[in-house]
């Protein structure tokens, strides 16, 4: 089982970027993928899930409306497509799965982890 997490970079401020997590070793469609994010110098917390009948949980109120996921099973990918990027989105991107459906918000409920991937909110 692996994940692979690719996309960020540097975005100004009110900007796009579509992160990828990409599986190999096991189907995504049939488990709940979740997004986490960690800024320098702060704990590593859960931003959204996407679960394995395509429900959608929010776990940080401040992405609400501008951050989404989706899924392309015949890619086994799943996408975190963030619009309206603030300063304070400024982190390490990780998707990570527990091998179930449904989402947690506990980074210690899941047990396979992409390396993380940068996102950079600055002017």
């Known amino acids: 089982v692996q994940l692979q997490a690719s996309g960020g970079g540097l975005v100004q401020p009110g900007g796009s970027l579509r992160l990828s997590c990409a599986a190999s070793g096991f189907f995504m469609g049939s488990y709940a993928i979740g997004w986490f994010r960690q800024a320098p110098g702060k704990e590593r917390e859960g931003v959204m899930c996407?679960?394995?009948?395509?429900?959608?949980?929010y776990y940080a109120d401040s992405v609400k409306g501008r951050f989404t996921i989706s899924r392309d099973n015949a890619k086994n990918t799943v996408y975190f497509e963030m619009n309206s990027l603030k300063p304070e989105d400024t982190a390490v991107y990780y998707c990570a799965t527990d091998l179930i459906g449904a989402c947690s918000s506990r980074s210690l409920d899941y047990d396979y982890w992409g390396q993380g991937t940068l996102v950079t909110v600055s002017s």
């Open positions: 996407i679960s394995s009948n395509d429900g959608i949980t």
